[in-house]
């Protein structure tokens, strides 16, 4: 693999560079996929940045604070998933440059296939049954109704909205909660913070797929939990700053949460010494529900960096203001 970091088009005053800013990532596919859409790309992976100055997009993976300031001619900055929350946080992120996330409908299918294993394993009580097995105990646990049971989206956005689809059609009743109102075949459809109690206490299932804002941070808490119905199941898919950890606890204990399902954690890797891992109603997944796939979104991000380079706005940006 050939990975260029020359300083192309600094003669003619107008900076070429494409950097991957990833630590922790490997990026190898990603190169790949690049330089396949665009065979030309002056390529580059930080740290090797070469000159900042001969940089203008930046693919971009939790780079550490601070970083994205060191470039000075940057036209775009691009998440490499679908939340931009890690750049958004940056206090230094540079001011009036275009911020851009991945929209792609393999991410949205992805997620919709994790949030109806999930649900379909509690509503079959799976989890309960692999720990009946472990111990050598034959125990009948009838399965909870589809129709019967109903599911709240937190969030109706690129992801929760084709959830919320693709479970009516399973035959699950769906309820929806988003920051505006939203029109959704076969979707009950809750919209602000007035309707925020009304559409929990619906919920007997409930996802949160919101974006981390500072409006949503801590959004999973005991007074939420307590606004569910007695029993409800909690997935998290968004991001791990949603969960107030110390209330899920109390709610499992209290049983007002009958279990849960986390995909995504404050510290991640989550530490092996997190007493998520070892909670008998607690279920960890790696944030793993809905992956990026380099080969399928490269073609998306190499045409919002020729856009940019020839003065257009990028596709997919996301609102600097709003934080999503
Ligand atoms: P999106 O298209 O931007 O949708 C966000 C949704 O959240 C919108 O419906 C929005 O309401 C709603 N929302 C935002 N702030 C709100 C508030 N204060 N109150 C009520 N609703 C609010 O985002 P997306 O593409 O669906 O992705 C959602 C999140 O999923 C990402 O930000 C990321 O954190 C997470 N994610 C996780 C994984 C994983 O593997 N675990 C993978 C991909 C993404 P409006 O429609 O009214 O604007
Ligand atoms: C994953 O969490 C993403 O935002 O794409």
């Known amino acids: 693999l050939e990975i260029r970091s020359g300083a192309v088009g600094v003669g003619k005053g107008m900076p070429m560079g494409f950097i991957i800013i990833a630590p922790g990532i490997n990026t190898e596919a990603w190169c790949r996929h690049l330089l396949a859409a665009d065979p030309g790309l002056d390529l580059r992976v930080w740290p090797d940045s070469g000159d900042p100055a001969t940089v203008s997009f930046a693919l971009v ?3 550490p604070p601070g970083e994205l300031q060191r470039y000075p001619h940057l036209r775009c900055i691009a998440s490499l998933g679908a939340g931009a929350d890690h750049i958004l946080s940056d206090p230094q992120l540079p001011a009036g440059v275009p911020v851009t996330r991945v929209v792609h409908d393999s991410l949205s299918r992805g ?3 994790y949030v109806l294993a999930t649900v379909l394993s509690q509503c079959r009580h799976l ?3 692999q720990q009946d097995q472990r111990r050598a105990r034959w125990r009948r646990r009838l399965p909870m109704e589809t129709a019967k ?4 989206i937190m969030g109706l956005g690129q992801l929760g909205a084709d959830a919320a689809r693709r479970l009516g059609q399973h035959g699950f009743p769906v309820v929806g909660w988003s920051r505006t109102p939203k029109k959704i075949e076969g979707v009950a459809a ?3 913070d007035n309707q925020l109690r009304p559409f929990l206490a619906r919920s007997q299932v409930l996802v ?3 974006p981390l804002t500072p409006a949503t941070r801590d959004i999973l808490n005991a007074a939420a939990f307590a606004a569910l119905p007695r029993g409800a199941y909690l997935i998290n898919v968004a991001r791990g700053e949603h969960l107030v950890e110390d209330d899920l ?11 849960a399902c986390l995909d995504v954690f404050r510290e991640e890797p989550l530490p092996e010494s997190h007493p998520f891992w070892h909670h008998p109603r607690i279920t960890v997944t790696p944030h793993v529900a809905s992956i990026t796939h380099p080969g399928l979104v490269a073609p998306q991000i190499v045409a919002n960096y020729r856009r940019v380079q020839n003065g257009k706005p990028p596709r997919n940006q996301v609102d600097r203001q709003r934080g999503y």
């Open 190 to 192: 809750y919209a602000g």
């Open 61 to 63: 993976w939790q780079a």
């Open 249 to 259: 606890f109390e709610a499992l204990t209290d049983d007002q949460l009958s279990g």
């Open 111 to 113: 997620m919709s296939e």
């Open 127 to 129: 989890w309960r049954f």
């Open 149 to 152: 049971t109903c599911i709240g």
């Open 208 to 210: 949160c797929m919101l």
